[in-house]
Each structure stands twice: as structure tokens, then as C-alpha cells.
């Protein structure tokens, strides 16, 4: 079971690259300014999860205009991130929770998903500026996605 609404946010510092290289993501700098949307999700380049961050960039504005920031969360490095980033024009900043830290914070771990090892399940959260969180899911399976509507509604309120 993923945290619980109302949960205090696990603070977290994930790697993202960029043109410049690598680069920190600290989830407190956003506290006091901007809204939180953590869309957790099992691994790159497979096809839930390529349709899941393709349909995020293509909304992106939507999200912005609730007054988010929106950050992509998986078990894959870094670079494998970027390439998948740059292979389906993902716009979303996509981080790296290479050693698992933050997807067993947020209680979100999918154990053996295929027989290849634990991934992040397929997950979302709203945290709000004051570091609570206001939504919280996780999909009854990696291949469904989650319900972008509550999400938007959390952000809203």
C-alpha cells in the first residue's frame, strides 16, 4: 500500500540528466512554491509506461496550469532515462531511484515484476506546497495507469 494521504512526503534527492549532466532533485525545494504531481513507474522503454509519460508531456500544460511540477520516478539510471526521454520527446523530468530508496519510502516497491527484480510499481501522488501528501495510488497493475482525473482534482483543491 502506497502512503497515506495526509502522510508527510518523504524528502528525496534523485538524479536526473541533462544537457549540462547529471543533476540533483531535491523534492523540498519545491515546498513553499509549487505543487508536486511523483508519477512512479516500473521501467523505460516498455509500452504502458512509454504511453503513460508520452500522454504526461503531451498535458503538461494542464498540470502547470494547476500550479505542478511533475516528476517521473523509476528504478532506471539515469541515462537510460534520458534516452528514453529523447527517443519519445518525453518533456517531463524523469529521476533516478537507481538503489530503490525512495520507491520503498513511498511504500510503492513491485517485487520480482516479470522475473527480473523489484521495480517501482506503477504509482501517483499530489504532494502540496506545505510537503503533504493529497493523493495517493497505486495501480492494481503495472499495466494500468492512474487515474489522471483525481489527480488533476487533488492538484485543484
Request: hydrophobic fraction near 45%; charge should be positive; charged fraction near 20%.
Amino acid at each position: 500500500m502506497p502512503l497515506a494521504i495526509g502522510s508527510k512526503a518523504p524528502d528525496f534527492i534523485l538524479k536526473t540528466k541533462t544537457a549540462d549532466g547529471l543533476k540533483d532533485i531535491k523534492l523540498s525545494d519545491n515546498f513553499g512554491k509549487k505543487k508536486v504531481v511523483l508519477l512512479f513507474y516500473p521501467l523505460a522503454f516498455t509500452g504502458t509506461c512509454t504511453q503513460e509519460m508520452c500522454d504526461m508531456t503531451t498535458g503538461l500544460g494542464q498540470y502547470v496550469d494547476l500550479g505542478a511540477v511533475v516528476y517521473g520516478i523509476s528504478v532506471d539510471s539515469p541515462f537510460a532515462n534520458d534516452a528514453w526521454a529523447k527517443e519519445h520527446k518525453i518533456g517531463i523530468t524523469l529521476l533516478s531511484d537507481l538503489n530503490k530508496t525512495t520507491t520503498k519510502a513511498y511504500e510503492v516497491v513491485f517485487p520480482n515484476l516479470a522475473g527480473i527484480g523489484d521495480t517501482a510499481a506503477r504509482a501517483a501522488f499530489v504532494i502540496g506546497k506545505d510537503g503533504l501528501i493529497k493523493y495517493s495510488e497505486q495501480t492494481a497493475t503495472p499495466k494500468d495507469l492512474p487515474n489522471f482525473a483525481a489527480v488533476k482534482a487533488a492538484l485543484a483543491k
